[in-house]
């Protein structure tokens, strides 16, 4: 029997509908699946960068903060001292970093302990302590020949400012018997860290027995193990060698190795206010002991260029597991500039001198055609990647690559 014209057509259109429909359905069913084929590996991938991805800290440690009174005399204002002004040219190395050690060469103790003084019983005002804190240094040495230039007044009163200012660590000098067994800790990303600081001589003898952490060896090897036990890892500065020397002395040698055996992380050399090769020792326990036996100079007025063109040492470590490791270091150089007439210098009038600023190295020919120092970027280019590479590969950076 055959259907109704009008039934039939229904049914065709009933049919047609349905493989529409069912069409419909798989073109989008194919564009979900094809999307999701598409991203999901990229979210995946997303997600597993998120969580693989280390974290990382920087170190950058830089050498002596030398207030000459040329320094002192430009940074008298109308009201106080501004030492900031000195380093903005490498504010952002100081920015990029987590941990930025300092050696703040001289107490910062005026006028509590007497006036403002230079070369050869330095004594810096009050506001070169905030102003190193300003600039970004958080771990400061306070040990060195000239910590006790204006005696246990002036390190108590260079602590006492530091109590004010914002840091992680300040070690070296002490105010009591009790501060000085005291190791510094600090924390960074959630890794522990120890800051100890020690000094070779004292050009004033007047030394109270807890003024200034002088090489002990008890007391080295006790803070060290007390480090060691609280699963710190360690960072020394050690104020010593040969003034203006490039070279390593039989005194650094030996206490670098008794603080490499006793399981010191990394040292940082400071004094001889040029720049000194660096030495991976072999560690107590494995490992290994890195050692920047001299960092040079940063803020100064010395006459020698090896005074002036020195830098920031920089070390890059991952975390893993709540613990540190030490992926790579370099070195970025630096120019202390300052300037002169020919004649200002052949009579030495050395508070002549104006216009004082620190900067990276591959910023400085233009400041450096005005000096009077008779070189040029890539003599001292060549003379520190000489010097930091004598036993090991240390890559030299630019600020460009920091």
Known sequence: MQLPTSNKKKRILIVIAVVVLVAFVSVITFAVLSSNKTKSPNIQQ?????????????????????PHDAVNKNAKTADGYDYKQF??????????????????????????????????VFNAPSAFAKDLSVVGCNVINTATNHSNDKHQAGIDATQNEWDKLPKLAVAGGNRSQAEQDKVRYFT??????????????????????????????????KQLAEAKQNGAYTLVSMHWGTEDSPSIDASQERWSKLLADNGADIVLGTGPHVLEPVKKLPKMGGGETLVWYSLGNMLNTQLDNGGLFNGFAIMDFTISKNKPTLKSISFLPTYMHYEWTAQEKAAQNLLARKNLKIYPLDKAAEPLAKSQNNTTVAEQEVRIKKTLNTYTNVPIINSGQY
């Open 188 to 221: 960074m990303k959630g890794i522990k860290f120890a800051f100890l600081a020690y000094n070779y001589q004292s050009n004033d003898n007047n030394l109270t027995s807890y003024g200034v952490n002088m090489f002990n060896e008890d007391l080295i090897k």
């Open 87 to 120: 380093f903005s040219e490498v504010q952002p190395i100081f920015d990029g970093a987590d941990i930025r050690f300092c050696n703040q060469e001289v107490p910062s103790a005026a006028p509590t302990a007497g006036p403002v003084s230079g070369y050869p």
């Open 46 to 66: 997303t997600a597993k960068k998120k969580e693989t991805k280390p974290q990382t800290i920087r170190l950058i440690a830089s050498g002596d903060e030398l």
